[in-house]
């Protein structure tokens, strides 16, 4: 499994790195505090780091919620991040078509959870010669992923990263398996837990998702330990105000002592 680099950013290895940023882009002030923060305390902890936002959530439970403010607002915005902050950016696509546009003010395209199996989505991410962050669907068993691999690996493109993000289990509810760290890794790329939407609890609040922040930490602390290279947080200075995910989300103060462990836990492991 080779690292790569991203803007300076090294990913997977023996360097833990954490993506994060809240879930939808509520405006341009709120993600460029998030990301600077991102940034800052990442340096302290001399960690990589990669923003994360969405310029359009095509998936929420709800006609009526919020989506954010469109592919070409959104990538302006996220592409103002870039210049500022000088860390790379990350976004999801929902279309074959996105993926040239969103490749030219992003540095790393993600697939949803959802479309996982979208061959032509899964290729036009690849072709972009972008890295792309595969998200495990929640209907899948992670050896399974293998194919979504082999779908972007067969365009040339061999940057991956894969992102555990829980399973199903019943209704509104997801659990997640700590093995498929270790069988994802098996696939030869990077693996990312994602600890927020791991706790969520999807359409658990009727026309909305709920979420269990409090088991945000522990579940993160069992990924790193089970081999995770590193951490999906969606964080937010408010999340009981938040226009997305607010119940997974992470306060900002939250963040940096979550880190400090999950670095020590790295490293233990390593050693």
Request: net charge neutral; hydrophobic share 40%.
């Amino acid at each position: 499994m080779e690292p790569f680099d991203v803007l300076g950013q090294t990913l997977g290895g023996d360097r833990f790195f954490v993506i994060g940023g809240p879930c939808v882009i509520e405006s341009e002030e709120m993600v460029l505090q998030i990301a600077a923060f991102l940034r800052d305390t990442c340096r302290k902890l001399e960690i990589s780091c990669v923003f994360k936002s969405s310029y359009d959530k095509a998936n929420r439970t709800s006609l009526h919620s919020f989506r954010g403010p469109g592919l070409e607002a959104g990538l302006q915005i996220l592409n103002r991040v870039r210049q500022d902050t000088g860390i790379p950016v990350l976004t999801d696509i929902h279309s074959a078509p996105e993926a040239a546009r969103a490749a030219l003010f992003t540095d790393i395209l993600q697939i949803p959870a959802f479309l996982a199996r979208q061959t032509d989505l899964l290729q036009a991410a690849g072709m972009t010669g972008k890295p792309v962050n595969l998200k495990k669907a929640q209907f899948l068993a992670p050896w399974d992923m293998r194919h979504s691999v082999e779908k972007v690996r067969a365009t040339g493109n061999d940057r991956i990263l894969l992102t555990e993000r829980g399973t199903v289990f019943g209704y509104n509810n997801l659990v997640v398996d700590m093995r498929s760290i270790a069988m994802m890794k098996e696939l030869g790329h990077p693996v990312v837990f994602d600890a927020t939407h791991s706790v969520q609890l999807p359409g658990g609040r009727g026309d909305s998702s709920g979420g269990q922040r409090q088991y945000v930490a522990p579940l993160a602390c069992a990924a790193v330990a089970a081999g995770a290279n590193g951490v999906f947080l969606e964080m937010h200075p408010d999340p009981g105000k938040a226009l997305c995910d607010g119940p997974n989300s992470l306060p900002l103060e939250e963040v940096p002592p979550l880190l400090e462990k999950l670095v020590r836990i790295h490293q233990m492991i390593r050693t």
